[in-house]
């Protein structure tokens, strides 16, 4: 016969203990108290049932980490989607006031020149060129009224001139191309010139030609439209003078214009269509005395 190893003798003695404690623990549970048998039986299993609590707990306490970052994971998106929305609100209320600022400059420009009859267009397309950083603007104008050759303005200033219309479409010259030339004085100094555009393809700019040496004009003075030319009504800005010297011709000396619009942002403009009889505060009819 075989003798028994030493593993079956492992758990045929625990088997027996097991068995021997199970049936001590139903002798011993008769008594109110736990007897030496339970006294025992806890005393043994207390130490595994500390480790079984203990894991319990951080178990426990991982879960509740999992659902409390979860949580903030959560209320992080919602504040994310809320920002991006309070953005896209901004975002358009700053168009909105841009727009605002931009139709309540021509509305003053309208007070401002009611001997004037304008009409407002919008700027639907810029044309432009490799030698020139915006050639000519395009303007929604509509039916009827305007003509070529008629004066664009902005709130700024002078723009240019209608050069072609075709159907309801209107495209301009402005005043810093080299086609374009206007009779122009100087606001403080009184001298007189011409404001040719010089076509440059890095800013925009004009020339003052015929500018007589004799009379000192400095750099920062405005510089206004005298309506000789038959063309702009007298007084529209046309810029401001931002150099005086360098290249000179007998008795003239030279001068830089930059316009005090921005020609590569418009949106909206006026087409000057005519005098309208009254002086520019629209307080009286022109030749009435004040």
């Known amino acids: 016969m075989r003798a028994p190893t030493p593993v079956r003798r492992t758990w045929v003695a625990g088997v027996a203990l097991i068995l021997l404690s199970l049936a001590l623990l139903q002798f011993d549970r008769h008594g109110i108290s736990p007897g030496p048998v339970g006294r025992a039986v806890i005393g043994g299993v207390a130490p595994l049932q500390g480790v079984v609590t203990r894991a319990a707990l951080a178990v426990r306490g991982v879960w509740l980490d999992y659902a409390a970052l979860r949580g903030v994971r959560d209320e992080n998106k919602n504040l994310q989607e809320k920002l991006k929305h309070l953005q896209a ?5 700053a168009d909105l006031e841009a727009e605002n600022d931009r139709l309540r400059r021509l509305i003053d420009l309208g007070d401002r020149r009611k001997d004037l009859r304008l009409r407002a267009a919008k700027v639907v397309s810029r044309s432009t060129s490799p030698y020139f950083r915006v050639l000519s603007l395009e303007l929604e104008v509509g039916e009827g009224s305007v003509a070529e050759g008629m004066p664009v303005i902005a709130p700024g200033g002078v723009v240019g001139q209608v050069r072609t219309l075709v159907g309801s479409r209107a495209e301009v010259l402005l005043l810093t191309d080299p086609r374009s030339a206007i009779d122009v004085v100087l606001e403080d100094s009184r001298a007189l010139g011409v404001a040719v555009g010089t076509g440059e393809k890095d800013r925009y700019a004009a020339k003052l030609e ?54 590569g942002a418009l949106d909206e403009v006026f087409i000057v269509l005519g005098p309208s009889g009254l002086s520019p505060e629209g307080d009286r009819f022109e030749g009435e005395q004040p």
Not at 89 to 93: E, H, L, N, T
Not at 252 to 262: I, K, L, N
Request: no cysteine; proline share 5%; aromatic share 6%.
């Open 89 to 93: 609100q901004a975002a358009q209320a």
């Open 210 to 263: 015929y500018l007589q040496r004799s009379i000192k004009a400095r750099a920062g003075e405005r510089v206004l439209t005298t309506g000789d030319d038959g063309r702009y009504p007298r007084g529209l800005v046309v810029g401001e003078v931002s150099a005086v010297g360098g290249e000179t011709s007998g008795p003239f000396q030279a001068a830089t214009v930059v316009p005090q619009v921005d020609l």
